[in-house]
């Protein structure tokens, strides 16, 4: 009976956890619909959602994405392989053979007294057999440690052309997004024009259908022509918008269609202090890719130099072999004489050489070597020359385009000034109209000017920061 | 009897009454000085800006049939600020003691009128433009209060009112606008003008548009 309860209340126990067990199983079901019902509508509402990035992350996300980073990538993946290989080169390598098959039978009556001459193959027997082969190099005249040495700095190479890769696309990024600004102030300095420009035709024409003395159809003409530029300017300026924000945002593995904006609204003058020519110079030095490329390339180049220059000598090695084997339907014969591929064992250790002697493709290597060699110097002869001159470039470009920020804003304030002075003078009576028309002009074309001017600023930066390399340590 | 006491309640009155009508004038005049004096160059510029924005915030005076009205109420609310006298005077410079009191007479109306106007063509395209009070400097009778219009395309357009102190009311004597001065503006233009061709000349110039205005007005 007591037994008969205990399983009951074992039953009932039983029956309870499945029952708490399934309505905790139920709840945590509807919680997890009901979050993952919450994450689909964040999405969803995400992917509706503007997006709105600002330079640093637009720089950021197109890095992320880009196919030419990438690649480089892969390109350091296979120097890293080769000085895998190359690393490993100096261990033994051994080579195992195993084999398994049917076998003839051979007894020791076939040659014992006397060798039989005539026996019919009979095949009742299977056999197996293993050969190992263990080989040590010893001394390579350097072709392990030079081939070691040309994959390190190959891999050096390769994660200084995705550094290349990087600053390419940093620059492209800047570019593209100070595009979109410069733009957007164009625009909004077209539309300011525009607007005035509006209210004086609708006044233009409000005189003409008044019959007004003082109206003149002629001004209105002119009027609605400066509109006609002002609209083909405006179009053009939407368009480079339209473009430059398609262009970023394809760099940035965004569909054409997503609706994006950047952060900033207006183009603004870089903010940071430029160092002395000097300190660029030392930088490009110290931190320009193509500089580590060349650098470490010359290193990789001679090493394999010396690679080539070792297969003039031969390759010492220490080595070991044993082989056993065994078969079902055959007799084992212990003779030095007589060996059984079927059945036998035995071991050997050895020391040997490895020789190429050829008359003339070994040198040929060497000259190829020493030429790829030659090559790269030349290359950085270039470099040397080039990429300081780019520098200075950037940098000279930066201090006019500086200047010619200071120069643009004294003559847009003036014209802006000239602007409110003739408009006062025409309101007065006192001035006339073709001076505002002038000083309106002169506006537009000076505002304009220190537009670019800003975005000259920008991009000669970004240029100097490209030149020097410098643009990779401030993402770093 | 009855009488002596109602003339005693009448001298009482006779008294009394003067005394506390000028006890109340005075306190009356003292809070009104007050409350003119308590007010900065800043708070003064700024009622006034503020008058004119609820004008043209106004939906009903917004309607065209309004227009007239509208801009009565705005030319009030600026003249209560502006001294057109003084902005004219100023204008004219040399050339204002050279003027008879008739011309004088003739000419700051026709000033006040036609720089009204301007004000005011200016003022009524402004709609969702931010106004900032950045800065007030005060130098005995004169003062300047510093403005600064954020315009819907978040251009910044500066604004300055040099103000003089008239019986304790700061009143707008020139309009700096983006560094440039209405009143030195002027005086060079009519300095020119009067020294090139006459003060006649300059007069009826400036007739000319103030009779292209009114064209313009009544046509609507």
Redesign the interface.
């Given at each position: 009976m007591k037994m008969v309860g205990d399983k009951s209340q074992k039953s009932e126990v039983k029956g309870q956890k499945n029952s708490l067990f399934v309505i905790s199983y139920s709840l945590l079901s509807f919680y997890l619909l009901m979050i993952g019902g919450w994450l689909i509508d964040t999405a969803y509402a995400n992917d509706n959602q503007k997006i709105v990035l600002s330079l640093d992350q637009c720089i950021k996300k197109a890095v992320e994405v880009s196919p030419e980073i990438g690649e480089s990538r892969y390109e350091e993946e296979v120097y890293k392989s080769k000085k895998l290989q190359a690393d490993s080169a100096a261990y033994p390598q051994i080579e195992v053979l195993a084999i398994a098959g049917p076998s003839p039978e051979a007894k020791r009556e076939y040659i014992s007294p006397s060798i039989n001459t005539s026996v019919a193959t009979t095949i009742n027997g299977i056999f197996g057999s293993a050969d190992v082969t263990l080989i040590q190099p010893i001394y390579t005249f350097g072709k392990i440690s030079s081939f070691k040495q040309a994959a390190s700095s190959g891999i050096r190479v390769a994660k200084a052309g995705v550094d290349k890769r990087t600053s390419d696309i940093i620059l492209r990024t800047k570019e593209l997004y100070y595009s979109i600004l410069m733009a957007k102030d164009m625009r909004?300095l077209i539309?300011?024009v525009k607007d005035d420009l509006v209210?004086s035709i609708k006044k233009a024409e409000?005189?003409i259908e008044?019959g007004?003395?003082?109206a003149d159809e002629i001004n209105l003409f002119k009027l609605r022509t400066f509109l006609g530029e002002v609209d083909r300017n405006l179009n053009e300026t939407e368009k480079g918008i339209a473009l430059a924000k398609d262009a970023l945002l394809t760099s940035m593995g965004f569909s054409r269609g997503t609706d994006f904006d950047i952060a900033d609204?207006?183009l603004t003058p870089e903010k940071k202090i430029p160092e002395d020519v000097s300190v660029y110079m030392r930088n490009s030095i110290e931190f320009r890719s193509e500089f580590v490329q060349l650098k470490e390339g010359l290193k990789a180049r001679n090493a394999l130099i010396d690679a080539e220059k070792s297969n003039y000598y031969p390759q010492l090695f220490v080595g070991l072999k044993a082989s056993v084997a065994g078969a079902t339907n055959r007799d084992k014969v212990d003779n030095p004489y007589i060996y059984d591929p079927l059945n036998h064992a035995y071991g050997a250790v050895f020391i040997g050489i490895k020789w190429s002697i050829d008359f003339g493709i070994t040198e040929g290597r060497v000259k190829e070597a020493r030429a790829e060699y030659h090559k790269l110097i030349e290359k950085k002869r270039f470099a040397d020359e080039a990429i300081p001159f780019q520098v200075r470039r950037a940098y000279l470009d930066m201090k006019e385009s500086e200047k010619n920020i200071v120069e643009t804003e004294k003559a847009y304030?003036n014209a802006?000034?000239w602007l409110?002075?003739a408009i006062?003078?025409f309101?007065?009576?006192?001035?006339d109209a073709k001076e505002v028309a002038d000083a309106a002009m002169a506006y537009i074309q000076m505002k304009a000017n220190n537009i670019r001017s800003i975005y000259n600023h920008r991009m000669s930066f970004a240029n100097l920061l490209y030149a020097t390399g410098m643009d990779i340590q401030e993402i770093k | 009897m009855r009488f002596k006491i109602q003339d005693l309640k009448l001298k009482k009155l006779i008294i009394c009454y003067p005394l506390l009508s000028l006890w109340l004038f005075a306190v009356i005049c003292l809070i009104h000085a007050v409350d003119v004096y308590a007010d900065t160059p800043t708070q003064q510029v700024k009622q006034t800006v503020d008058k004119v924005l609820d004008i043209l915030k106004n939906k009903e005076l917004k309607r065209p049939e309004k227009t007239k009205e509208r801009r009565a109420l705005i030319r009030k609310t600026v003249l209560e600020r502006f001294d057109f006298e003084e902005m004219a005077k100023r204008s004219l410079a040399l050339h204002w003691r050279n003027r008879t009191p008739e011309e004088r007479k003739e000419f700051v109306p026709l000033?006040t009128d036609?720089?009204e106007?301007?004000y005011i063509?200016k003022i009524e395209?402004y709609t969702d433009e931010k106004i900032l009070y950045i800065g007030e400097k005060i130098e005995g009778e004169y003062s300047e209060v510093n403005t600064k219009i954020v315009t819907k395309?978040?251009?910044e357009v500066p604004i300055d009112y040099k103000l003089l102190r008239k019986n304790g009311k700061w009143e707008v004597y020139d309009v700096v606008?983006?560094?440039?001065s209405?009143v030195n503006?002027?005086r060079t233009?009519?300095n020119k003008?009067i020294r090139t061709n006459s003060y006649e000349e300059?007069v009826k110039?400036?007739?000319?548009?103030?009779e292209?205005e009114l064209?313009?007005e009544k046509?609507r």
């Open positions: 909004n539309l300011e209210e409000k005189q008044i007004s003395p003082w609204t207006s304030k802006r000034k409110i002075a006062a003078n309101d007065m009576g006192i001035g | 000033y036609l720089l106007r301007s063509k395209s395309r978040n251009v606008i983006e560094g440039v209405l503006n002027y233009q009519f003008i300059l110039r400036m007739k000319n548009k103030q292209e064209f313009e046509a």
